[in-house]
C-alpha cells in the first residue's frame, strides 16, 4: 500500500514570497507522483507530474517540483506567488505499472496555501 | 474541449433517499473513478471501471453503487445516504495504462 503524507495543513505566505509545499510519500513499489490545486468548491485541476526522466518538473504557472528518491519526497514550489494561488493543493500517487493497470491515486491529505497581501 | 462533466453541481436530498450521481466524459478514456472528499479532508477512492469491469475498493459501503452503462456516462448511487455521507463526490477518467486522471468539477451533496 502506498501513503502520502504532506506535513503542513496551513501555509500562510505574504504575497511575492517564495513558498515550498512539503510532500513525501511510502510505497514498496515504484509510484507516479503528482501535484493537484483544489480551489474553493471546485473539482481537482492537474499542477504537475513527475512520471520519469529529469527529477524536476515545472508547470506552466510557475510553480516546480523536485522528485527525490532517497528523501521519498516531491515538494512542490514557487519563488513568487501571487493572490491567486490561494487553494488547497494536494500531493497524490499512483503505482507505476509495467503496462496497463488503472489504480486509483492515493491522496495527501491536502495543504492550504493563504497568500496574505 | 474535451472533458469531465458532472452532474449536478450541488444536489440535496433526504436522509434515506436514494439518490445518484453523474458523470460524463468526451475524453474516450475507457478507466472512470468516483472519489469521495469529505470537508478539510483528502480525496478517497470509492470504486472505478476499468471499461465495463466494477473494481471497488474493500472499503467502500455497501450502500454505494455504481453502474456504467456505456464509455461515456458513469452513476454513482448512494442507495439510503446518512449524514456522514455529505461530501464532494469527484468524478476522474484516464486511459487504460494513463498516468494522470483528469478531474471533473465534482458534485456537493447536502444530506437533510
Known amino acids: 500500500a502506498q501513503s502520502v503524507t504532506q506535513l503542513d495543513s496551513q501555509v500562510p505566505v505574504f504575497e511575492e514570497a517564495p513558498v515550498e509545499l512539503r510532500c513525501n510519500y511510502s510505497s514498496s513499489v515504484s509510484v507516479y507522483l503528482f501535484w493537484y490545486v483544489q480551489y474553493p468548491n471546485q473539482g481537482l485541476q492537474l499542477l504537475l507530474k513527475?512520471?520519469?526522466?529529469?527529477?524536476l518538473v515545472e508547470s506552466i504557472n510557475g510553480f516546480e517540483a523536485e522528485f527525490n528518491k532517497s528523501q521519498t519526497s516531491f515538494h512542490l514550489r514557487k519563488p513568487s506567488v501571487h493572490i491567486s494561488d490561494t487553494a488547497e493543493y494536494f500531493c497524490?500517487?499512483?503505482?507505476?505499472?509495467?503496462?496497463?493497470?488503472?489504480?486509483?491515486?492515493?491522496f495527501g491529505k491536502g495543504t492550504h496555501l493563504i497568500i496574505q497581501p | 474541449d474535451a472533458m469531465v462533466i458532472q452532474n449536478p453541481r450541488y444536489q440535496v436530498t433526504q436522509f434515506g433517499k436514494p439518490v445518484t450521481l453523474s458523470c460524463s466524459q468526451t475524453?474516450?478514456?475507457?478507466?472512470m473513478y468516483w472519489y469521495q472528499q469529505k470537508s478539510s479532508q483528502a480525496p478517497k477512492l470509492l470504486f472505478h471501471y476499468y471499461d465495463k469491469d466494477f473494481n471497488n475498493e474493500a472499503d467502500t459501503p455497501d450502500n454505494f453503487q455504481s453502474r456504467r452503462p456505456n464509455t461515456s456516462f458513469c452513476f454513482l448511487d448512494i442507495r439510503s445516504p446518512g449524514l456522514g455521507d455529505a461530501a464532494m463526490y469527484l468524478c476522474?477518467?484516464?486511459?487504460?495504462?494513463?498516468?494522470?486522471?483528469?478531474f471533473g468539477p465534482g458534485t456537493r451533496l447536502l444530506v437533510l
Open positions: 476522474a477518467t484516464s486511459r487504460e495504462g494513463g498516468e494522470t486522471q483528469y
Open positions: 475524453l474516450n478514456h475507457n478507466v
Open positions: 497524490a500517487v499512483r503505482v507505476m505499472y509495467s503496462g496497463g493497470g488503472a489504480d486509483g491515486l492515493t
Open positions: 513527475y512520471l520519469s526522466g529529469s527529477t
